[in-house]
T-cell receptor
Framework: EPEVTQTPSHQVTQMGQEVILRCVPI?????FYWYRQILGQKVEFLVS????????KSEIFDDQFSVERPDGSNFTLKIRSTKLEDSAMYFC?????????????FGPGTRLTVT | QKEVEQNSGPLSVPEGAIASLNCTYS??????FFWYRQYSGKSPELIMS????GDKEDGRFTAQLNKASQYVSLLIRDSQPSDSATYLC????????????FGSGTQLTVLP
């Protein structure tokens, strides 16, 4: 069964450093997403991406964040200058996008720890 | 403020019983509703989607939607210890199905 994959599973970085989190969405899916979950808190939407551009983004997704689809399979989230409060699980998701009703399938997540 | 509300629990049911999980949402324009299961330390796993008023059944799971009351629920029949997890209600509050808002989740424990 096709699934979303994410690398790395755990990333440790120092405050102020740049990190890139990588995702491979399900191959026939057209919409891609990033969510985050701070330990013990809700899953929060960050951004959705379609046709090589951002479709929607939340208030969390400020200028420190960017997304890219550098090739036909990968989807990346970049955090330019990490802060302690960026420590969280980051989940990539994808959906087919048919008729605007998209069941979103999540990857296993990347645990980001900022020290 | 657009919200999705769930009872945080914990909810405990004996093995074989019916577990009932509830969720309310704030935006009448919402069109898509999802239930995810999340085991501790893992990612959300989609178990049900529902888009129309009424019931939708899939195996031991039944999702119920009442848009007039802005209420969605999940019933788990013949609960098993392996169903012990946090159940997340997710709603497309924007109406675009591109931005899910999650509730805080209900922690379910099924006692053997």
């Amino acid at each position: 069964e096709p699934e979303v994959t994410q690398t790395p599973s755990h990333q440790v970085t120092q405050m102020g450093q740049e990190v890139i989190l990588r995702c491979v969405p399900i191959s026939n899916h057209l919409y891609f997403y990033w969510y985050r979950q701070i330990l013990g808190q809700k899953v929060e939407f960050l951004v959705s991406f379609y046709n090589n551009e951002i479709s929607e983004k939340s208030e969390i997704f400020d200028d420190q964040f960017s997304v890219e689809r550098p090739d036909g399979s990968n989807f990346t989230l970049k955090i330019r200058s990490t802060k302690l409060e960026d420590s969280a699980m980051y989940f990539c998701a994808s959906s087919e996008g048919v008729l605007g009703m998209g069941e979103q399938y999540f990857g296993p997540g990347t645990r980001l720890t900022v020290t | 403020q657009k919200e999705v509300e769930q009872n945080s629990g914990p909810l405990s049911v004996p093995e074989g019983a019916i577990a009932s999980l509830n969720c309310t949402y704030s935006d009448r324009g919402s069109q898509s509703f999802f239930w995810y299961r999340q085991y501790s330390g893992k990612s959300p796993e989609l178990i049900m989607s529902i888009y129309s008023n009424g019931d939708k059944e899939d195996g031991r799971f039944t999702a119920q939607l009442n848009k007039a009351s802005q209420y969605v629920s999940l019933l788990i029949r013949d609960s098993q210890p392996s169903d012990s997890a946090t159940y997340l209600c997710a709603v497309d509050l924007s109406g675009s199905a591109r931005q899910l808002t999650f509730g805080s989740g209900t922690q379910l424990t099924v006692l053997p």
